[in-house]
């Protein structure tokens, strides 16, 4: 499938949304009153909680927090009702008065009966939970940030019967996925991004992410520098995994799936308050997940468990505990890198068996890892809190692998041995405010941020071990094993080296309140930067020391066209990377500065009807300069300047949405071109390896609330991806991957004490690529079961 650039689309879509516009805004009225509270159940902050005013369209839906508020109401009298499905529903009778803010809370009981009957809460848009505070480090809702981001919730996960981390991004508007196979890599905004956050901080890993332990995905758009710092994200943004976190009901499930190509998958999910009187609660997630790959080699077995202990002494202190345990071994690099002279332009032309992998799977890695996050919360006034964040993480990889080049009518195998380990450490110190200067709301925070790692390798590799022939059965296809490659091993030398890093950040993220309406973020971080250098263990040298400081401002603007409805916002944003010293041909060391990357960015924000359409629309500019080249100049080959530069600009368009109870609807398309810029004139204005230029997304989802099929749920949606260029240039030519799309379906039955689910991926057998280059899985059918228990 070949997608084209839809300009008639987006002028419809332009012409339908300014009637839209319009017909809002003629509906504002001057003169009238809001209403706004907290909800409660159960001892905490009720989410998702739908509040509508009786005889109008008017409403809302608690956020996170538990808090709503209803705007623009005309003097009068209505009947306020409050409705949770598992809750009571709560009505009250109010009056409003011209220019009055009331201000009403409720506490729901649960509803003892729908409980008993089933658990299914589908009645909602449930999809759209963008009322986190993990994006800007501050209360502030998504209409009222000027940033672009998508959060994909536990729901979704379940809705779709996902087991794979790669796969919860395909919802994410923009993303593709960089490598095939067990890696966490992706393509955001046409820059490499790799998942190395979880609950803000550091969680640096080799191993794949388990998907059991996740309550939501946030993903950040366009450099972040500002508050993230430049070590774990890229100037496309980044990626922030929450993990699930104790409450204070005994709760839990527990799930079976088996599925083609040797899918076992076991999962445990349990809650339990240890003492309600002293506020303690523990969760433990745990998995055990084995699958084998569809070509003739590749593995994954991978054991974790994740135990979470919540401590809330009192109403000012929270102290929360986590950790995440991994042991897995695995052979999951099975890939094809291209030559870099093009004979032929993509893997369909290519005479490859794509079932066979040229690896062997006695050439695997064990990759354990251990990661640990504290917490600890304290209120310090009604206007002032404090939040101190610290996680330590260490991993190793371990283990035989192989990189296969192809190369003509034949594959060049380079397999190798690596023992690496990773300590990683960030301690981070916030302090929040929202208070009133010169009439004016300011919600701000002050940060202070510490990131350290100590990286030890040893690695020995093969170039050009063996070559096997693409055509007929080379017998040398199984000259490849653990005890071939050990024995040739022998004879290399193998390197270990030793690096560490640490960095030192100061923040300050200010929103203003001009009016009630115009919002002005204001945001400044300074990173001071120190490389140890690279330590060679078996000379005893040290090479690559340096440090560096760099500033990252931010600037954003928010006008709310109807307040918590319908706002436009625009917002310039900075990210940095640090660049090494150079050692030039003539024996002179240069000192290069960070590379810079400055987004310019605007759009609109939608949540309108009571909450159930909320849609994002943007056009983003990121340049990036100061990117070090090879010098060009007459004598002076070798030699390496810093004027180089990349250009990423594109649309993202997002749309959640809950027409009509029990169906819910995510999906997005977005149009990237991103190329360099007096790098090189051979590939300049070029797309290289950035993934495709155009993605769409859409997953459609029913669940039969009433009648004789209720706890049915059917899902149905996909993704499209454009043409992705490998490689490039004037002077070979170019390799890319095809277009494709690729659909997936889920039905599942719920009830209150148990669900079942049937799942297809790639329901058509859709034969498709991904870079670097692999054939992606064929269909396959999975089934699973889950019994609940608890309150």
Excluded: C
Aim: hydrophobic share 35%; aromatic share 12%.
């Amino acid at each position: 499938m070949k997608i084209t650039f839809p300009i008639r689309v987006y002028s419809s879509i332009s012409i339908a949304f300014l009637l839209l516009l319009a017909v809002l805004t003629g509906r504002g009225q001057s003169n009238t009153g809001s209403i706004r509270g907290i909800i409660m159940a159960g001892g905490q902050p009720a989410p998702f909680v739908s509040v509508t005013l009786s005889g109008t369209l008017k409403g809302a839906v608690t956020n996170e927090k538990g808090w709503y508020e209803v705007t623009g109401i005309t003097p009068g009298s209505y009947t306020l009702q409050i409705r949770y499905i598992g809750l009571l529903p709560q009505q009250k009778d109010i009056t409003i008065t011209t220019g009055q803010q009331l201000t009403e809370n409720f506490t729901l009981e649960k509803d003892v009966k729908a409980l008993q009957e089933i658990r299914v809460t589908a009645g909602y848009n449930k999809f759209a939970r963008k009322e986190v505070e993990d994006v800007a480090r501050l209360p502030i809702r998504n209409l009222e940030n000027p940033q672009v981001y998508n959060v994909i919730p536990k729901e979704l996960l379940q809705d779709q019967v996902i087991i794979s981390y790669n796969d919860v991004l395909k919802n994410v508007t923009g993303v593709s996925q960089a490598l095939v196979n067990g890696s966490n890599s992706f393509n955001l905004r046409g820059f490499f991004t790799t998942s190395y956050l979880r609950n803000g901080l550091q969680d640096f890993k080799s191993n794949s992410i388990e998907v059991v332990n996740i309550e939501r995905i946030e993903v950040l758009k366009g450099p972040s520098a500002t508050l993230f710092g430049s070590s774990l994200v890229s100037f496309g943004g980044l990626l922030n995994r929450v993990s699930k976190q104790p409450f204070d009901k005994f709760r839990g499930e527990a799930s079976y799936m088996a599925g083609g190509f040797g899918l076992q998958r076991v999962t445990l999910d349990v809650n339990t308050p240890l003492s309600k009187q002293r506020g303690l609660y523990l969760r433990t997630n745990a998995a055990f997940h084995s699958e084998n790959s569809f070509q003739d080699v590749g593995f994954t077995r991978r054991f974790f468990v994740a135990p979470s202990l919540l401590y809330k002494p009192n109403e000012r202190l929270s102290i929360l505990i986590d950790a995440e345990f991994y042991a897995q071994k695995s052979n999951d690099f099975n890939r094809l890198f291209p030559q870099t002279s093009f004979v032929k332009t993509n893997p369909r032309d290519l005479e490859v068996d794509w079932l066979r992998s040229y690896g062997s799977n006695e050439l695997y890695q064990r990759k354990p890892s251990a990661t640990v996050y504290g917490r600890m919360d304290y209120k310090l006034s009604d206007t002032w809190k404090s939040q101190t964040s610290v996680a330590y993480t260490h991993a190793i990889q371990k283990g035989y692998y192989t990189w296969n080049e192809l190369m003509g009518d034949s594959v060049s195998r380079n397999p190798g041995y690596a023992n690496n380990i990773y300590d990683y450490t960030q301690v981070q110190q916030n302090f929040n405010g929202d208070f009133k200067l010169a009439g004016m709301r300011n919600r701000i925070v002050v940060g202070l941020d510490y990131f350290t790692t100590v990286e030890r390798t040893t690695a020995a590799e093969i170039y050009g071990f063996d070559k096997v022939g693409i055509k007929g059965n080379d017998p040398q296809y199984y000259g490849l094993t653990g005890a071939t490659l050990s024995a040739a091993l022998e004879k290399f030398p193998f390197s270990e080296t030793s690096t560490g890093q640490h960095t030192y950040g100061a923040y300050v993220s200010d929103v203003i309140n001009i009016t009630k309406q115009l919002l002005v973020m204001a945001s400044l971080r300074v990173d001071h930067f120190i490389n140890k250098g690279s330590k060679d263990l078996v000379k005893d040298t040290v090479t690559d020391k340096y440090s560096q400081t760099a500033l990252s401002p931010k600037l954003g603007l928010v006008y709310q066209l109807l307040p918590q409805k319908l706002s436009v916002f625009g917002n310039y944003m900075n990210g940095f990377s640090n660049n090494a010293p150079g050692r030039q041909p003539d024996g002179s060391v240069i000192n290069f500065k960070p590379s810079q990357a400055n987004q310019w960015e605007a759009g609109v924000k939608m949540d309108l009807f009571n909450g159930k359409l909320n849609s994002t629309i943007s056009y983003y500019h990121i340049k990036v300069q100061d990117v070090i080249r090879n010098d060009r100049s007459p004598g002076r080959t070798g030699f390496r300047i810093q004027d180089g530069g990349q250009l990423s600009k594109g649309v993202e368009v997002e749309v959640i949405a809950n027409p009509f109870s029990g169906f819910n609807l995510i999906a997005g398309y977005a149009y990237n071109d991103i190329y360099t810029i007096n790098t090189n004139p051979d590939v300049d204005g070029l797309r290289q390896w950035t993934g495709p230029g155009q993605t769409a997304n859409l997953w459609l989802n029913y669940y039969f609330l009433h009648g004789p099929l209720q706890g049915l749920g059917i899902g149905v949606g996909g993704n499209a991806n454009g043409k992705a260029y490998i490689d490039q240039s004037h002077s070979a030519g170019m390799f890319y991957m095809p277009a494709y799309t690729v659909f997936n379906t889920a039905v599942s039955y719920e009830r209150s004490f148990y669900r079942a689910s049937l799942k297809i991926d790639n329901l058509t057998n859709e034969v498709y690529w991904g870079s670097y280059v692999g054939q992606m899985m064929p269909r396959r059918l999975s089934a699973g079961v889950t019994v609940k228990f608890g309150k």
